[in-house]
């Protein structure tokens, strides 16, 4: 039996979100819906990429939706993990690493900010 892709733990200040496996477009739509689920308890949300082992620019633009998601419930997101290799390479060749955030980033807590 695989390992589970996505699984969502909450506890008493924040649902935490780990992912493990491939964050491509593959699995798309298994992500999405449980990282809405995620912001369906009201709570401040983190997302673990740490076990992510794959990823594509799909998978980079679920880390946006996500933290529109967290703007429109009112709640904190924060992503952890986007630091190891992978992740932060595909990340800076899709054009993700910005000085500002999108229009959409109304309190200045975009994840691909990067220092001036």
Do not use: Y
Not at 28 to 33: R, T
Not at 91 to 96: E, L
């Amino acid at each position: 039996m695989g390992t589970q892709l996505l699984k969502i733990t909450k506890k008493k200040d924040v649902a935490q979100v780990a992912i493990n496996g491939a964050m491509t477009i593959c699995q798309a739509a298994e992500l999405k819906a449980g990282l809405l689920k995620a912001f369906e308890t009201g709570k401040p949300v983190e997302i673990q990429v740490a076990g992510v082992t794959e990823v594509d620019v799909t998978g980079l633009q679920l880390i946006c939706s996500a933290h529109r998601s967290s703007l429109e419930h009112g709640c904190t997101l924060k992503v952890s993990g986007t630091d190891s290799e992978g992740f932060a390479r595909v990340a800076q060749q899709a054009g993700m690493l910005r000085h500002a955030g999108c229009s959409h980033d109304v309190t200045n807590s975009c994840i691909w900010k990067t220092e001036a």
